[in-house]
């Protein structure tokens, strides 16, 4: 059995900016979001070799963790299962043929599609960390008709996205 990882980084946002704001996650946020991984969790499951071209039978597990500032998958390879040479040693400057459709090429594609819509949809709604910023207003008091100062504790959600526009695998390493 090999282990194909996967890396790529994670957008960090928060609910007051909104995701178009937000920034490319540090080793700190990184480590928020390790705590937040169910490390039980296979995305393996949600394979199916007639939709995806491989299935729990050529990829008995995908799991996810943290290595400093990135994601990982870590995907288990089957015994007898190969993968394309360029895509084994995937960077962002690879570039394969149009015809060139294979096993790695299918789990870098289905990965992709799990951090935007399957799994990554369900965890970027869980907020990672919290922040709290104190609020000044005022208002007039209706009664007297005096302006009063105030203020409040306002609490910032941070979230973690695994999917965004320019979203890329920036590097994958074959163990052995």
């Known amino acids: 059995m090999k282990t194909w990882k996967l890396y790529s980084r994670m957008k960090i946002w928060n609910d007051q900016t909104g995701m178009s704001y937000g920034y490319t996650a540090s080793k700190s946020d990184m480590e928020n979001v390790a705590e937040h991984l169910d490390d039980t969790e296979d995305l393996s499951q949600y ?3 007639s939709y995806d071209g491989f299935d729990k039978s050529m990829i008995p597990s995908i799991k996810l963790s943290v290595e400093g500032e990135f994601l990982v998958a870590n995907i288990q390879i089957a015994d007898g299962v190969s993968l394309s040479d360029k895509v084994t040693q995937y960077t962002r ?4 043929k149009p015809n060139e459709t294979t096993l790695g090429v299918a789990i870098i594609d289905w990965l992709s599609g799990q951090y935007s819509d399957g799994w990554g949809e369900g965890f970027e709604q869980r907020a990672i960390s919290t922040d709290y910023e104190t609020q000044d207003c005022s208002y007039e008091d209706e009664e007297t008709g005096e302006w009063i100062e105030d203020s409040y504790d306002e609490t910032i959600y941070y979230f973690a996205s695994a999917w965004y526009p320019d ?3 920036e590097k994958a390493i074959l163990v052995a």
């Open 47 to 49: 394979t199916s070799k």
């Open 93 to 96: 400057s690879v570039s394969l």
């Open 167 to 169: 979203f890329k695998f």
